[in-house]
């Protein structure tokens, strides 16, 4: 099972989806804070459907929070980023892996980016002219 980490999500619906997506895949949810919307919001209900009792969601303070309540229980921690070195296909994903998703309007920290070795920074390809996915 994959562990999908949205850092800091601002959008929603975006959350709302990712929520559906986590509820018919098994993969477990965590949410960084801070939020940007309140998650009983209309959007990210109705984005979500009635699969948020199916989801395995989670809320953490910050990203020091998550790592300590879920020690020895993670496998790999990949950043999706726009600059990462490597595309999501080229990976080899292993049980307990983390997929962390930065926040919609400007991505992950450069910090949290260059903490990770850079076959852990993962890119995701776009048509150009795209701005996020």
């Known amino acids: 099972m994959l562990h ?16 559906r997506l986590c509820a018919n895949t098994g993969y477990q949810l ?5 939020l940007g919307f309140d998650l009983d ?8 459907l009635d699969y948020h009792e199916l989801a395995r969601v989670k809320r ?3 990203w020091q929070t998550f790592l300590s309540e ?7 921690v990949y950043a999706l980023t726009t600059k990462g070195s490597q ?21 992950l920290p450069n ?4 903490a990770l070795p850079n076959q852990q920074r ?7 002219g795209s701005r996020s996915l």
């Open 111 to 114: 910090d949290f980016i260059e």
């Open 41 to 48: 919001e209309k959007k990210v209900r109705r984005a979500g």
């Open 60 to 62: 953490y303070a910050d």
């Open 70 to 76: 879920n020690e020895g229980q993670l496998g790999t």
């Open 4 to 19: 999908i980490v949205l850092y800091q999500p601002e959008i929603p619906p975006n959350t709302g989806n990712v929520i």
């Open 122 to 128: 993962l890119r995701l390809p776009m048509q150009a």
């Open 30 to 34: 965590h949410l960084i804070e801070p």
């Open 87 to 107: 595309t999501h296909s080229t990976a080899s994903f292993a049980a307990n892996d983390v997929l962390v998703f930065g926040p919609e309007t400007r991505g």
